[in-house]
């Protein structure tokens, strides 16, 4: 399945959860989208697992492919899966330029790097998955610092800062402090969901 590139808030509607990576819009309008929206029903095991699956792949702006490659990685590893998981998808380069505030979205974050405005430890990187570690420092070029939806997001940023990441006002360079905790993720999510969901699929 590839990246998704319709309509955001058309998907914030069908989630029923803001995701800050996706849009910076929300709607009052808590029913899914469509005419038959507002009948509400009730959902089953598989399909509350999946809403909560979705929730990450369209904030991180991952592929099915990619999520699953991480979640295989996750289960591989010693620690909770899940936790893994959320770590995983929250060093990934384009999300750590969004959560150091030099983005509005992690779609917006993903053109910079893509465009090689993002410079991880003094060099340019087009790679939106490089995963990040502590001690990486992350800086925008001359020409990306001008970019307006960068000069407004510096101006006011979009979300609050974070303890893992952490930019210099002055400098404008953002340090990997340390790998985030799965309770910073900026939406809610239930990411036992999103273990079960995969448990049978891989």
Known sequence: MSRYTGPRLKVVRALGTALPGLTGKTTERQYPPGQHGQRQRKKSDYGIKLMEKQKLRFNYGVTEAQIRRLMTEAKASREQAGKKLLEFLERRIDNAVFRAGFAPTVVAARQLVRHKHVLLNGRA???PSIRVKAG???QLT???????CVVETLATPVLEATEWVKRDAASNIATVIRNPDANEVPFPIEIQHVVEY?????
């Open 125 to 127: 990187v087009n790679i």
């Open 136 to 138: 990486d420092t992350l």
């Open 142 to 148: 001359a020409r990306g610092l001008k970019i307006p």
């Open 198 to 202: 995969y448990a049978v699929r891989l």
